[in-house]
């Protein structure tokens, strides 16, 4: 079993609807969580970033982090077709916080279409 | 723009033979990573560097080689040792913050066989 299992999709919505994307995992050290958006042949970007349960929000964006059910979530609301692109959750422990000892799940693909 | 710069965008390896892909940032990070992205797959750690003239293997180092000359450079070398190169490369430059390190990543340089 994987550490942190990810949807792989594809997801394909319509402009303006509510996206869900989901990781769950098994490590129950994992504290950190964070969520990178990867357009076609492009390196990943940070979108969102959280080390605590509850919601996040940042614009049409929001993480959601459940600890006792090992589950984040990542809501897109709005969605637009820009919004186009793979999206990689990844977590990490307090006992390094370091970027070496991320762990991506495998991305969701996700399309909105105009 | 403050970046990381990875060249050339798209290699060729023929049998046998080494390749170097290169990875330039001007963030002023100190630490610095390389990635191997294959399709339904999450990003899997090479070789990491924490310092100049310092560097660690990652989870799949076998059939790589890294050098960290400059706080700049952290070229990777594919070596005819891996057997199965073909995937698309990432390199990353991190930062602390909140006791976390969040990754930078380049554009990627895709990696195919002849």
């Known amino acids: 079993q994987k550490e942190v299992e990810q949807d792989p999709g594809p997801l394909s919505v319509p402009e303006g609807a509510i996206v869900s994307l989901n990781c769950t995992y098994s490590?129950?050290?994992?504290?950190?969580f964070m969520w990178y958006r990867q357009y076609s042949r492009k390196g990943p970007e940070l979108l969102m970033y959280?080390?605590?349960?509850g919601n996040k929000e940042d614009g049409r964006f929001t993480a959601q982090v459940d600890k006792s059910s090992k589950y984040i979530s990542l809501f897109i609301r709005d969605s637009q077709p820009s919004d186009s692109a793979t999206y990689l959750c990844?977590?990490?422990?307090?006992?390094?916080?370091?970027?070496?000892?991320?762990?991506f799940g495998s991305g969701t693909q996700l399309t909105v279409l105009p | 723009d403050g970046g990381i710069t990875q060249s050339p965008k798209y290699l060729f390896r023929k049998e046998g033979q080494n390749v170097t892909l290169s990875c330039e940032q001007n963030?002023?990070?100190?630490?610095m990573y390389w990635y191997r992205q294959d399709p339904g797959q999450g990003l899997r750690l090479i070789y990491y560097?924490?310092?100049?003239?310092?560097?660690q293997k990652g989870d799949i180092a076998e059939g790589y080689s890294v050098s960290r000359e400059k706080k700049e450079s952290f070229p990777l070398t594919v070596t005819s040792a891996q057997k199965n190169p073909t995937a698309f490369y990432l390199c990353?430059?991190?930062?602390?913050?909140?006791?976390?390190?969040?990754?930078?990543f380049g554009s990627g340089t895709q990696l195919s066989v002849l």
């Open positions: 490590n129950s050290a994992f504290q950190y």
């Open positions: 560097s924490q310092i100049v003239n310092d560097f």
């Open positions: 990353a430059s991190s930062i602390r913050t909140s006791g976390n390190e969040k990754l930078f």
């Open positions: 963030l002023n990070h100190d630490a």
């Open positions: 990844a977590m990490s422990s307090p006992s390094s916080g370091s970027a070496r000892q991320l762990t």
């Open positions: 959280t080390y605590s349960s």
